[in-house]
């Protein structure tokens, strides 16, 4: 996996990549989600360079995957724990919580997959929110704070 600065506008974006990718497809529903929550902005990079994330994000996965494509969520978790504990800075993973729980909820179904991805970010920052409150919050709330 590619390295990011800690708590970097880049490093943020990796872990909403990882969230959009957790059941294994990027939705059109969710990608019109990280436009309408701004998610872009809120991360503090322009739309190609969350891209730009974006894409090597999947570029590393194709890299690093053993065996069939069933999500992000599956990602070893070494390797995922070390891409979420590049972010260090309580707001940052306030905010980067909050739009991954918006965006997995954004087509109005959470995967099996996208609730591993949750509780995989409420365990790596216990001090953020509790995996039942993801579940339970409106996704238009999530992205407004």
């Not at 995967?111 to 953020?128: F, K, S, T, V």
Request: proline share 4%; net charge negative; aromatic share 4%.
């Amino acid at each position: 996996m590619r390295s990011y600065t800690p708590n970097s506008p880049q490093a943020a974006a990796r872990v909403v990549a990882m969230a959009l990718l957790a059941d294994g497809h990027l939705s059109m529903t969710e990608l019109h989600a990280v436009d309408t929550l701004k998610v872009t902005r809120r991360l503090g990079l322009d739309t190609s360079h969350f891209a730009d994330v974006l894409e090597g994000f999947c570029q590393d996965l194709l890299v690093s995957h053993r065996g069939p494509w069933t999500g992000s969520s599956q990602l070893d978790e070494h390797i995922r724990l070390e891409l979420l504990y590049e972010i260090t800075h309580p707001e940052i993973q306030q905010q980067v919580l909050n739009l991954c729980a918006a965006l997995i909820q954004s087509d109005g179904h959470v995967a099996d997959n996208e609730m591993l991805m949750l509780d995989a970010l409420a365990g790596a920052w216990p001090q953020r929110m509790a995996t039942n409150d993801l579940r339970t919050t409106a996704p238009a709330s999530l992205g407004v704070h």
